[in-house]
């Protein structure tokens, strides 16, 4: 069984810093392309950072050089470092892990973590 579990999230004053975590079982970790979108209320739920197996990253442009996304193989863990925070980053904060073989893709999302900035 699969299982994603994001922790981190809560509240913070703008201009502050939170670290997301997401810890994973029952994947092939090292396998995986692990992203982390945001959802805030009556939105579309828009993904911020991903990190391919083999380190390559890719941003949403509303927060390039502000949040960092990495990955720590040996802890199945995905975290997404985020800086200089803006009230509007305000939303939940959800991980997923995409596993793709040649016959199709799978995902798998987390419960999510909220996370509020106030100005």
């Known amino acids: 069984q699969v299982q994603l579990v994001e922790s981190g999230g809560g509240l913070v004053q703008a201009g502050g810093s939170l670290r997301l975590s997401c810890s994973t079982s029952?994947?092939?970790?090292?396998?995986?392309?692990l992203s982390w979108y945001r959802q805030a209320p009556g939105e579309q739920r828009d993904m911020v950072a991903a990190?391919?197996?083999?380190?390559?990253?890719n941003y949403a442009d509303s927060v390039k050089g502000r949040f960092t996304i990495s990955r720590d193989n040996a802890k199945n863990t995905v975290y997404l470092q985020m800086n200089s925070l803006k009230p509007e980053d305000t939303a939940v904060y959800y991980c997923?892990?995409?596993?793709?073989?040649?016959?199709?893709?799978?995902?798998?999302w987390g419960q999510g973590t909220q996370v509020t900035v106030s100005s």
């Open positions: 997923k892990a995409r596993r793709t073989t040649i016959i199709r893709t799978y995902d798998y």
């Open positions: 029952g994947i092939l970790f090292s396998s995986a392309t």
């Open positions: 990190i391919t197996p083999t380190g390559g990253t």
